[in-house]
């Protein structure tokens, strides 16, 4: 039962997707962070430290907002797996090709989130909307970053 009154969306469906987004996000951006190979190596190192401790983070304050509009946080693998818009692999070795991958989520949880404010938007949820728009703020500077990198 949500605090909030609002359409027919529910903010538990919409941070739920994103949690699930972020926790997957999270995991292939270490897997970029420790295998990744090759000339961007120091500064895609690097870079993945910080993005994916800005995900850890965000993971905790988007799971506790669930909980304070009234749901249920989803913690589960099986659970972030099937509410999550991409999966978690990154099914190669070449280094441009994992920042593709990265970008390509960061991407599609842009559209869950924008998707998500738009739901919300007229409701009185204005808790929830403001961890939306810090989360995408966030996607918006990796988007940019990812896509300066790899311009060639
Ligand atoms: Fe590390």
């Known amino acids: 039962m949500s605090l909030f009154s609002s ?3 529910s903010p538990v469906d919409v941070l739920s997707k994103i ?6 996000l999270l995991l292939k951006t270490q897997n970029v962070h420790w295998n990744i190979e090759g000339s961007k190596f120091r500064s895609i190192h690097i870079t ?9 983070e965000a993971i905790d304050c988007i799971a506790e907002r669930i909980r304070m509009v009234g749901g249920k946080a989803p913690a589960t693998f099986a659970e972030f797996t099937k509410l999550a818009s991409f ?6 070795d070449n280094q441009n090709e994992m ?3 990265l970008l390509s989520s960061h991407e599609a949880i842009r559209g869950d989130i924008i998707s998500g404010i738009k739901q919300l938007d ?15 703020a966030f996607h918006d500077k990796v988007v ?3 896509k300066a990198t790899l311009k060639k």
């Open 7 to 9: 359409k027919s969306v």
């Open 48 to 56: 993945t430290d910080e993005h994916y401790n800005n995900l850890f």
């Open 19 to 24: 949690l699930a987004d972020s926790y997957v």
């Open 99 to 101: 920042l593709a991958t």
């Open 144 to 146: 940019w970053m990812l």
């Open 122 to 136: 007229g409701s009185d949820d204005f808790g929830t909307i403001d961890v939306l728009n810090s989360r995408l």
């Open 87 to 92: 999966d978690e692999k990154v099914d190669t």
